[in-house]
């Protein structure tokens, strides 16, 4: 758990990150000196923005790689101008994001017999899910249930973000779940 202040360091550093970003054209650059041994941990994150309480961007690694107060103002710069959905932030729209920050566990597989056992494991509101198979792969953050409450249907539109059929399944199939630590 971060305390209080490490919550708002964290989202003034993604704030900060693509206010530097709409100015120099890349992320902010961080000092970890000037951060606690906290936020200098090496942990993966998701930066997700939105803009009238709709998605503007969203990226994230789910593998940790650099420490933390880096990875947010990576991602944070990233969700803003390199997110492939959208067109790039706007000076307009940046007083107006909602920043939501996933502070991510280590990813664990689990083996499930087939889609019905894999839907009965699912903890709804509380995993992450990775789908893996051959060269497809997604993920959804536990913040996706909010929109897609059912196990089916979570588990279904994963394997749509895939690029995989809804109703998709193989012996070769294969799932990671993690928890996060919601920052808003």
């Known amino acids: 758990m971060y305390t209080t202040a490490e ?6 550093i993604a704030r900060e990150s693509i206010r530097y970003g709409l100015k120099h054209g890349k992320a902010l650059p961080i000092t970890l000196e000037d951060y606690n041994t906290t936020l200098r941990q090496t942990r993966a994150s998701f930066v997700t923005l939105k803009l009238h309480r709709e998605l503007r961007g969203c990226i994230g690694t789910l593998t940790a790689s650099r420490p933390l107060a880096k990875d947010v103002a990576h991602n944070a710069f ?3 101008f390199r997110d492939p959905r ?3 932030l706007t000076g307009g729209e940046f007083p107006l994001l909602e920043y939501h920050l996933s502070i991510l566990s280590p990813p664990h597989s689990f083996l499930v017999n087939d889609e019905a056992d894999l839907l009965e494991k699912l903890q709804p509101g509380i995993d992450g899910l990775v789908l893996a198979e051959g060269k497809h792969h997604s993920t959804f953050l536990p ?6 409450p059912a196990p089916i249907q979570f588990v ?4 749509i973000k895939a690029g995989l059929g809804a109703d998709h399944w193989s012996d070769t199939i294969r799932f990671q779940r993690y928890s996060v630590e ?3």
């Open 7 to 12: 919550r708002e360091l964290l989202l003034g």
């Open 143 to 148: 913040s996706v249930w909010e929109s897609l």
């Open 78 to 80: 990233a969700a803003a």
């Open 156 to 159: 279904r539109h994963l394997k």
């Open 182 to 184: 919601d920052i808003k």
């Open 86 to 88: 959208f067109s790039n």
